[in-house]
Structure formats: C-alpha cells, structure tokens
C-alpha cells in the first residue's frame, strides 16, 4: 500500500474508531447452551471503514466470514435484537441483511429455531458460463483495441504505447541494485507530510458535519478552483475566474471527456510525434483519426491542417522537452481561428523551471476562446493524488461539465480536493514548491552536465531549461541502441525508452527522469553508462 492510501485509510479508521468505539469486535454468545450459539469474531468495525453503510459493512462481514468458512455450515447466528444489541446498530438493519444473505443461499431461518448458515464450503451458488462474448458497442470495441485480457496494453512493434505519467522503463535484472532513470517518480522524502496529514484529519472532521456541501457539484470543490486561479494568476500568467476551472481525476479524464466533446467518427486530429500516447489512445476510442504533426528543436511544426482539433505541449514538448516559441504559438492560434478549431494545450510539466524565465502559456495568448489549458498535480504533490483541472473557454464550460457529470454525477476525491484547497489556502504548497525547485534544480544541472561531458557521442541531447526528465536522440542505429540498452541493464542502469511515445519510423530515444534519484545516484549511474559505452562509440 502506497503513502497516500495509508493516510488516508489511517485517517478514515481513526474517525471510524471514535464514532464506533462502543461496538464490539469479538461477539461471544455466552448463553451456547439455551440458545445453541457459537462464539465467532466478526470484523464489524473494519468493514465499517471499507463501506459507507452500516448495511453493507454488516453484509460483507457476514458473506465474507461465511464463504471463508470461519462461520461453518449450521452454525446459528444471534437473533437480530442481539446482534444489533451488541454492535450498536437498528434490528432492522440486521434483519435486511439476514434477509438478503437467506435469499442468495447462505443463511437459512427456521421457524422456532433461529438462523443458521448452510452454504457448505467449497459449495459452488451458481456454474459460471465460460467462452461467450459479449458484443460491445463501436465505441467500445475502440477502447478495449490494443489491450489484453489482463487490462495491459499490447505491444505494438515490439514496444509499448507510452504515458507521460506511468514511466515505463527499459527492465533490468538486478533488482535492488538498479538505477533507473525513470520519468514520473517525484522526490516524496521533502514532502509535508506531518502538515498534509493534519489538513486531511482537518478535512474529515468538518465533511461529517456538512457530508452533502459538494456533493453533486461536478465542477469540483469551489475553494479548491478558487486557489487554482490564484496560483495560476500568479504563476502563470492565466487570468481565469474560479468558474472557468474544472476539476478532474488527472490529466487523463480531461483529455478522454475533451475528445468524446470535439471528435466525430472519421474527423481528423492533430497530435505531436513524438507525442502523449494518452492523447492517441482517447482519438482512435472516439473514432477520430490522429494526424501526426512533426516536432523539431523548437516544438510543433505549424501546418495548414484541415482539422478543428489540436493537441499540443507548447511550454515543455513531451517528450522532447522543445519549447514552442513565439511566432509558432502566434500561427497556431491563428490556424485555430481560422479552421474554427479548438488547440488542447497540455501544460503537463511547468511548475519546474531550472534557469531563465518562465514560458508563457498558450492560453495567455488566446484572445478567441479556442485554446483549453490542462495542469496537473500529479508531479508536484504526492503522486497517488490523481488530481488534475481545466481552464475552459465559455462556449465550451458548459458541454464540459455536463460530459463530466454523466461519468460522475457526484465527484470523487473530495477530501482530497478540500485538503488540497486548505493547503494552498495556507500558503504550504508553494512552500513545498519552492523547496523542491531549489532540489530538483542542483540535481537537474548535475545531470544536464553529465550527459553533455560523457554520453554526447551516443547521444544527441535536447537542450532544456524546465522539467523532471532529459531526452536524446540516438546517433547510432536503432540495432545498435538495442544491444546497448541490454548491456546497460546488465550493470544495473535502465531509462525510460522513448520509443513508448510514437518516435519516427527507425529512430530511438532516452528520456533521463532524475526527480526520485539522489545525486550520488546520478553520479553512479551515469559512470557506469559512460563504462558500457566504450564499445559503441
């Protein structure tokens, strides 16, 4: 179990606890011999944790000790008085549960007798049919192309298609040994975690006094958008009212929600190669079809596409880390303007700028309403907080949250976003954020340095300035890289392959992620990569 997932099931527990202190974990049936009941546990207060009714936390208590035959076939169970007696709750709650556990095969009640158990272990309560298909829907058949009955993406081309936010590497064998260069893994020892945790105990004590204040506002949590604004204001230059924002559960649902919105069956979409795989995944599942738009030095080649949809990555190429200058961003937007287009700009990795000023965004520049900004936490906060957002233009606000609404009509994450409202309130994330520019600064130049001085001949590295990541091109063949990438594993060094993100035909890639890595680590890894490298220059 991750950090974040602690937190919160710790936090949860606690409440639980205290709510529930006089329920009983262990119920012993003293009167075995009037009543014929057996002593049994029943983790009633774990199971309050894991289900939001008393109902269902006493239902899969009951169904879970039965199937795992700690309750045996003809055990007796307590009356419903008892039961509910003992563990603080209705005898009709009891009852409903008894009720429902008779009807699908478990328990039995006999008139004058009691309840008992009669599922047998090992007893099948239905045959599954095994081998029919199920016929989904066009849109569903999209989706599911390219994966395998595990949930995995397929290899395609003997790579896998990438995620900006998965860090997919090249696997070595040592593991515990290894040194990976892998991209989304951010340095989490300096995170607050003393002053989150208590914003999050905060956050839970006051959603059981007012539990429905955001219930169904698709929108996201209000403070949470207000804080946003202020930070993007600040920071970025983006001058958007809290209205204009919208939360999602990362980037992703963004993107996925933007494109079900804008794309027909056939229409034409404009996507960077090399690009967010994300961004293609979400055009072939609305049956859009990716126009694949060519990336220099200086980001995205501006063309005369004749699509309405474009996604780009102006501030920080992904995965190149190009950054789009002026004059390209000024043709972009006057391409928009005059195809009636909309340009989804994916601000996926600003917050960390090492040297010079910092970029404007796109959105910035978008007098018309055509340009929609996604940001994300994903790379400054813990990295299981899968919260992202969106800047809307007005003429797309309202389409955007109704999309959102039919997938969530109540939203997830909200102590989370309440939590993360409170802390920027307090001024504690650009504490953290200052803090960490300051770390990943020094490791970012070290590394920047040290790829220039003793990997230069293997590599043609992408001048940058910002991120958490450095990419190169491959001087060599692609045989070549292959046999170096095997024999860099074999001393304990990997990277994550770029050729995950759509490279041209016949060229490799390496992105450099360096945020989880001390710099002796660095150091380290990147003398043995110069070791292995003297048989391929």
Not at 60 to 79: F, M
Not at 369 to 377: D, E, K, M, S
Request: glycine content about 10%.
């Amino acid at each position: 179990m991750n950090d974040f997932n602690v937190i919160v099931v710790s936090i949860l527990y606690d409440w639980i606890h205290n709510k529930y202190q006089y329920d009983s974990i262990y119920m012993y049936h003293f009167k075995k011999k009037r009543s014929g009941c057996m002593a049994f546990y029943l983790p009633f207060q774990t199971y309050c944790t894991q289900y939001p009714s008393k109902y269902a936390a006493l239902y899969h208590a009951l169904r879970d000790e039965i199937v795992g035959n700690k309750l045996k076939q003809n055990t007796k169970l307590p009356s419903s008085r008892d039961l509910a007696d003992r563990l603080g709750i209705s005898r009709g709650t009891v009852n409903q549960v008894y009720d429902m556990l008779i009807a699908e095969g478990y328990l039995q009640a006999d008139v004058g007798r009691g309840t008992f158990v009669v599922y047998a272990d090992g007893h099948v309560m239905y045959e599954a049919k095994v081998g029919k298909n199920i016929e989904l829907s066009a849109w569903g058949a999209r989706v599911s192309e390219g994966v395998d009955a595990g949930g995995r993406r397929r290899e395609r081309e003997g790579r896998i298609d990438g995620d900006k936010e998965q860090g997919e590497k090249l696997e070595g064998k040592q593991a515990g040994r290894e040194i990976a260069f892998v991209v989304a893994r951010p340095q989490m020892d300096q995170f607050p975690r003393e002053q989150w945790n208590r914003g999050m105990y905060e956050q839970v004590r006051r959603m059981t006094e007012s539990p429905q204040e955001d219930a169904h506002i698709a929108e996201g949590h209000y403070a949470l958008r207000e804080a946003i604004a202020v930070h993007l204001r600040r920071m970025r230059g983006i001058d958007a009212p809290p209205e204009r924002i919208v939360i999602v559960n990362g980037s992703m649902q963004a993107i996925a929600l933007l494109t079900q919105l804008l794309v027909n069956p056939g229409d034409p979409v404009v996507l960077e190669r090399p690009g967010y795989q994300g961004a293609s995944r979400a055009v072939l599942a609305a049956g859009g079809v990716p126009v694949h738009a060519p990336v220099d030095g200086q980001g995205l080649i501006p063309q005369p596409w004749n699509a309405r949809l474009l996604f780009v990555t102006p501030s920080r190429q992904f995965p190149t880390g190009a950054v789009l200058g002026l004059e390209r961003r000024q043709q972009l937007l006057r391409w928009a303007a005059e195809q009636g287009a909309v340009i989804v700009e994916d601000d996926y990795d600003s917050e960390f700028r090492h040297r010079g000023r910092p970029i404007e965004p796109l959105k910035v520049l978008d007098q018309e309403g055509r340009v929609v900004y996604i940001g994300t936490f994903s790379k400054t906060m813990l990295q299981d907080l899968r919260i992202g957002y969106v800047v809307l233009p007005e003429a797309l606000h309202d389409a955007f949250v109704a999309a959102k609404r039919l997938y969530e009509p109540h939203p997830t994450g909200l102590l989370e976003q309440r939590s993360l409202a409170a802390f920027m309130a307090s001024g504690g994330y650009e504490r953290h954020l200052r803090r960490m520019r300051r770390v990943y600064a020094s490791k970012f130049l070290l590394l920047q340095a040290l790829l220039q001085e003793q990997l230069s001949t293997l590599f043609e590295w992408v001048d940058s300035d910002s991120g958490l990541h450095l990419f190169g091109w491959w001087r060599g063949e692609l045989r070549t890289y292959i046999a170096y990438a095997a024999a860099c594993r074999a001393v304990g060094v990997t990277w994550t392959d770029a050729g995950n993100y759509a490279l041209p035909d016949g060229r490799a890639g390496v992105c450099f992620g360096f945020a989880h890595l001390t710099e002796a680590e660095i150091r380290q890894g990147i003398t043995l990569l110069r070791s292995v490298s003297v048989g391929f220059i």
